[in-house]
């Protein structure tokens, strides 16, 4: 009997705990499910992890709207230079471009003195002096195209015809004296640092033709030399500083292939046409120019150069077949210039 009495003590134990353990569970399962989680966290809100984590995402998006407003309104807002870059640039180019590229024609003036050699006139007199020359007034006129590149075309006319008296014992008898010259040619502008150089290649007709109403040294008639040939030039200009002046210089060599025709001036030649002769012409400019932005895309240019030609012919300068001498011509220059 004492062998059974712990076992049965133990089995009405469990069966009187038994229903306890269940109310208690039960009651458990009443107020919430079970919770693995540590006391520090079960006694926090069920909501407080959750909400603590939407609040800060929240600020930051918040915090980034906020970066993003500020940055595109500082992109909408206008900066304020002390001069408008975009207005400079075009400034600029407008300034460029006046001058550069485009159309430009030029009306000048020359006044020019001529010379012949006094040689032929110690047979008359025995001064030295042939004629009492003067400076007398040629009118060159100047019509062209360059592109942005710096190659252009050019066209130019030149003419003088003017009369000059003789020294005595012929005076009052006058020596006429008329020269032509158009050229047709291509351009090409290289721009430098300091320093613009312009170079030129074409054609040239040119005349040359003396007249003498009277019997003097020669017979009276005329002379003329016509014909064609290369020109071509070489022009330098530097600017002084932003002032609108600038310093040039050009020069011009021509060759021309043609005839002389003659009616009784040349007295040892025989009215008629002398054919297959040679004139070369060299042509020298020194000056100042200024120019001036009239608007954005037309410029005015002034330029007043000392102006020397040189007219030479084999025939014509000789002693005894011609004249005795060659034509030499200088003096001052004005033009105007215009350019689109």
Known sequence: MKKFRIPI?????????????????????????????????????????????????????????????RLEAELNQPRHYGVDPSASIEQRLQRQEAG?????????????????????????????????????????????????????????????????????????????????AADTEVTMLQRMRHLDLELSGGVRYGQLEYTNPPLTLYGPGIVRFEGFGPTASLNARRALGKSGFSLF?????????????TASLLLNI??????????????????????????????LEVRTAWETQYWSNSTLEDDFYGIGSNLALMGPTLAVELRY
């Not at 006129?141 to 050019?154: E, H, K, P, Q, T």
């Open 9 to 69: 003590l133990l089995a009405l134990a469990v069966a009187l705990a038994a229903p306890s353990a269940l109310e208690a569970r039960e009651s458990r399962d009443d107020d919430g499910p079970a919770s693995n989680s540590p006391a520090f966290l079960t006694s926090m809100p069920a909501e407080a992890e959750p909400s603590l984590f939407e609040s800060s995402l929240t600020q930051k998006n918040e915090e980034l709207e906020e970066r993003i407003s």
């Open 100 to 180: 550069t590229g485009g159309l430009f024609g030029s009306i000048e003036v020359t006044f020019l003195q001529p010379s012949l050699s006094g040689a032929q006139s110690v047979f008359g007199s025995g001064t030295g002096r042939l004629l009492e020359t003067e400076y007398q007034t040629g009118v060159r006129y100047v019509l062209g195209y360059v592109s942005d590149s710096g190659l252009g075309i050019r066209g130019r006319y030149w003419s003088f015809d003017n009369s000059t008296g003789y020294s005595p014992p012929y005076a009052p008898a006058v020596f006429g004296i008329q020269l032509q």
């Open 249 to 261: 210089g050009n020069v011009r060599g021509s060759v021309m292939i043609g005839d002389i025709r």
């Open 270 to 299: 025989p009215t008629g046409s002398v054919e297959d002769e040679v004139m070369t012409v060299f042509e020298n400019q020194l000056g100042v120019a200024w120019n001036h932005n009239l608007t954005n895309q037309l410029l």
